[in-house]
């Protein structure tokens, strides 16, 4: 059996910086933030700055077809969050960008359901 191809998963991140450029936005890519549930380093695809120096870390899914990407996104939701408490006031959001067709559950994640 062929590993899966999950070089997509950069397609998402390549499409969203030149938005972020455009909009006067700075940035850079595959930086940590602090650590994981569990003890490794968490590194977001993008970490974007504002012009007021608010600093967003970005988490980037690309799912073009259904698979383990779906199983993934609370653990997306629950370590950004993690990071926001833990950083002293330095990060007070993050988003999770999700790109590609494939998403079953993407009403679900988008519709506010996984807030509860």
Known sequence: MSPRNTS???VL???ILPALTRGGYSYKTQRP???LL???VQVVD???STSTGEVIPVSTKWQQTSGTAEQ???FEIMCPADAIHKSNGKLSKAYLVL????WTLRDF????EAHR
């Open 8 to 10: 997509t998963g950069k």
């Open 33 to 35: 933030i602090g650590k």
């Open 99 to 102: 790109g590609g067709a494939g």
């Open 109 to 112: 994640y988008t519709s506010g």
């Open 13 to 15: 991140e390549n499409m």
């Open 72 to 74: 993934k996104v609370p």
């Open 38 to 40: 569990g003890g490794r």
């Open 46 to 48: 993008i970490l974007m």
